[in-house]
């Protein structure tokens, strides 16, 4: 069973940035699928940002381009989501995700963008 452990989330003030790594328990192997997922209070969960492991190919939900960038770190196994210019709307749960036989997630972490 993979598991996936997010870390990194808080409060932070508009304007502000953020890095969330995605502590991942098995090896990352190339062509896997990963992804930061966030849910707000009434929202489904959606996507921020994926990436396939080893291929450089990433995607980006609208509203975080050109703030947001997805990584990974193949010596501390780990993908990251360093976030830049947070703003108000950014609040929310956000989740790592892993896709392979099956969908794994991690427990979540929560970031809180107020002034």
């Known amino acids: 069973q993979v598991r996936l452990v997010e870390s990194g989330g808080g409060l932070v003030q508009p304007g502000g940035s953020l890095r969330l790594s995605c502590a991942v328990s098995?090896?990352?192997?190339?062509?896997?699928?990963m992804g930061w997922y966030r849910q707000a209070p009434g929202n489904e969960r959606e996507l921020v940002a994926n990436?396939?492991?080893?291929?450089?190919?990433?995607k980006y939900a609208d509203s975080v381009k050109g703030r947001f960038t997805i990584s990974t770190d193949s010596v501390k196994n780990t993908v990251d989501l360093q976030m830049n210019n947070l703003q108000p709307e950014d609040t929310a749960v956000y989740y790592c995700?892993?896709?392979?036989?099956?969908?794994?997630w991690g427990q979540g972490t929560r970031v809180t963008v107020s002034s």
């Open positions: 990436i396939i492991i080893g291929s450089g190919i990433t």
């Open positions: 098995e090896k990352l192997v190339d062509s896997y699928l």
């Open positions: 995700n892993l896709k392979r036989e099956m969908n794994y």
